[in-house]
């Protein structure tokens, strides 16, 4: 197993590349059998200056990046993904069935999800974005522009500031305690929302076939 396996490393333009590798020294119908039903991993811990930009790939696997000073850009099709700690110009995550998680961050944030859930926690970014198909999208004490798009997962918004809109096909609707703009729509979904201070932005909409809940204290 040990001999299937290398860790292999190149610079590229200056860009360094580090990758696991396996299927060294087999044959052909070796490497097919191997794709097909796998029997080895690799598990990667980078440490490096925090002010180099990062990109992290992965087929199958869980992807962490912590205390972060640059651009990060993740990519995996299954298990988790978790950023934390990061202060950036940019942040790009993109998982069709993974769970994400952001926390502590300091940039703008892109999170192109699919059935996982998404959780954003002590958020701020110009530009935040965040799109799912089924999963749920939760979203706690987050700042800036931000856009949340879903097919039919809920999503569940607090302590939110600034520009907030939203589309869903079928997904449930509920900001509360959140301060700023907020408008968008849900096709065969339920809204409710809850604005301790509005801040006009431009004209709202909220539109919803079904019945509408919606509470503006001041």
Known sequence: LYEAVD????????????????????????RLQERKNPV???D????APTNLKVRVWTVEGSVRVKSWSSSVEARTSSGRIEIQD???DG?????PACEMSVKDVQAPVRCMGGTGKIELDS?????????SSTGDQRLHG????????SKKGSIFGRSLKGRVEFSSQAGTIDIGDSAGFVSGRTETGNIQLKMVEWKF??????EVPSPFEGVLTR
């Open 123 to 131: 958020v701020a970014g110009s530009n935040v974005y965040v799109e």
């Open 86 to 88: 990061v202060r950036s």
């Open 7 to 30: 860790f292999r490393y190149r610079e590229i333009d200056g860009d360094i590349e580090l990758s696991a590798e396996y299927g060294k020294g087999l044959g052909i119908q070796e």
């Open 44 to 47: 990667m811990v980078v440490y």
């Open 40 to 42: 080895t991993s690799m």
């Open 91 to 95: 942040i790009s995550l993109l998982c």
């Open 201 to 206: 932005a431009d004209k709202a909409l909220v």
């Open 142 to 149: 987050v700042k800036g522009e931000q856009l949340y798009v």
